[in-house]
């Protein structure tokens, strides 16, 4: 069954697609303003939040930065199983 199927493929020349080496989120990162964690950090070491904060937003970083602790130059995250 499968070489009767194989015997039927046609030999016509195939045209092939060039690769596309483009990826849309390739320069993502290039457009963000700072880093995800640098309010993290700059909370860490200075110990002081933006003034243009809400309370709400204070609140809910607060809730965030209590999983991480800086050990110059490195971020470090507790993670569920109290693992670094």
Known sequence: ???DHLSRIS???VEMEPI????P???????CKELWYADIVNY???EQMPDS???EERLCFL???KWFFWDEP???KYCPDQII
Do not use: C, G, H, S
């Not at 596309?20 to 990826?23: K, S, T």
């Not at 989120?25 to 457009?31: F, K, P, W």
């Open 44 to 46: 860490l070491v200075t």
């Open 53 to 55: 904060w809400t309370k």
């Open 11 to 13: 030999n016509a020349p």
């Open 25 to 31: 989120d390739e320069y993502i990162l290039v457009m």
């Open 63 to 65: 809730a965030r930065v």
């Open 20 to 23: 596309n080496e483009n990826f």
């Open 1 to 3: 069954m499968v070489v």
């Open 74 to 76: 490195y971020l470090f």
